[in-house]
């Protein structure tokens, strides 16, 4: 009869259940992954799967009790690393949703909203666009490898039981708000300029002629001009979104290494 002693029991434990907390932790916050389109039971199967694929090739992980406190204190901080990997590079996306929301309320079609079965609320049309033409333009750059790429290098900068949560690294990760922030305004901006520009001349010939009614003509005017702008600006837009992407994956990095040993 084949029996398994306490100690065996808890080896097993340590060994799978550590990193699988950190594998569906990134899994249920990255971008691609946490997509209400994919099943619950799809997304728990990539991570196991992942986690069969990289457990084997990890370090023993140190000697405890899974049910301690200390075991228990280290299984939350796994998750919360994996989770801190894939809500960077969630916000990194928002990015595109950010400066549809601002090119939106430019052309004066915010208020054509779209519901977004991810969010589970309004979305504005032209954000919900940017962020599918983001979706495709990360999987053409293979984001979704280069994340499972991210989070087995993970272990080796941030193994298990080897560092401490500490303020400073979250901290610091705080810098991908600001980074989705400017770079949906940087995204929008030829389209700001362009509406500036448009929305001048309408108020200078409107000066010229008062009988113009700037009401009626200003709208079909701006959202043209904006439409045209956005379709020329297109083939520049997927080498911008590739610098926005690369920059989260270098927010990453620096979080894990930013963490003590």
Known sequence: MLTITAAQLDALLLAWMYPLARVLGMVSAAPIFNSRATPLRIRLAIGVVLTVAIA????????MAPGSWAGIALFVQQILIGSAMGLTMRIV?????????????????????????????????????????????????????????VLIRSFELAPIGGVKLTDK??????????????????????????LLITN???????????QLNIFAIGFPVTSTVGLIVMIVSLEALAPAMQLVFERGFELVGQFLRALPG
């Open 169 to 194: 690294p979250w901290l610091g990760l705080l810098r991908v708000v600001t980074l989705a922030f400017s770079s949906g305004l940087l995204l929008a901006l030829p389209i700001i300029a362009a």
């Open 200 to 210: 001048i001349s309408l108020a200078v010939l409107t000066r010229a002629a008062p």
């Open 93 to 149: 996306m928002a990015a595109l949703d950010i400066a549809g929301e601002i090119i939106g309320l430019q052309m004066g079609l915010s208020f054509a909203t779209f519901f977004d079965p991810d969010t589970s609320a309004q979305t504005a049309v032209l954000g919900e666009f940017l962020g599918l033409l983001a979706i495709l333009v990360f999987l053409a750059l293979n984001g979704h490898l280069l994340l499972v790429d």
């Open 56 to 63: 084997p090739m990890l370090p023993p992980p140190p000697a």
